[in-house]
């Protein structure tokens, strides 16, 4: 059926709208359900205290990060308040050293070095360190770095303070739900 009747394209053209307008709505809030702190993906800053593990989950489809028992980071067990400023400040000294000009952070950043949205499960660390002693691994690393595949990173001076902050920042980033990205990094991990 076909009508030229412009009440009724009128009346089709202000109910799509109404109605696409009230999923756009629910999508966004889903989405800041998801990517909030705290929501489904992202899990809050005291985090860090615990252990994190990467696994393929058959429901999803792709590999997931888990945050499990208890192991702390540098010995320390962090309340979400210090948790919260720990990390703000890892994000600060990672930004002041423009890190992503060689490195990705969830796939944002350059090229020339490895994306960081995983080192923390890197089985360069992972293996070496399963337990507590990572945090302090990963620390002595980026302040001295050292050879691991083509290219070195170059010392960029931080304190052993900003360090900490880094790898603090390092370690919640590892938990975030990224959807399976970066992709094969899982497989590769249980090659
Ligand atoms: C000039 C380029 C450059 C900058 C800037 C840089 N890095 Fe790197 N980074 C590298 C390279 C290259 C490697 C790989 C080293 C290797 O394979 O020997 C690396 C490796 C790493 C690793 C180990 C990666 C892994 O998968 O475990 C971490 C962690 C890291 N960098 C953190 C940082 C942080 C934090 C900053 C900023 C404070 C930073 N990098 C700034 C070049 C850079």
Redesign the pocket.
Known sequence: MYTRDPAFWRAAAVSSTLFMSAVLVILTVNTLQTISIGGSNVPTYDVINRQITYAYDPAQHEYVARAGGEELLFGRRYTEKEATALVARGKL??QS???M???TFFGNGAY???D?T??WL?P??ASEYPGPKRGAA?TA??MH??????????N?H?SKEEAQA?VAY?KWMSAVNTNGFPDGFGRAQSR
């Open positions: 000294v990672i050293r423009a890190c000009d060689c490195h020339y070095a490895p960081l995983r080192a890197d360069i660390w990963i690393f980026v770095p050292f050879r691991i595949g083509f290219h070195v990173m170059p960029l931080l880094v390092l």
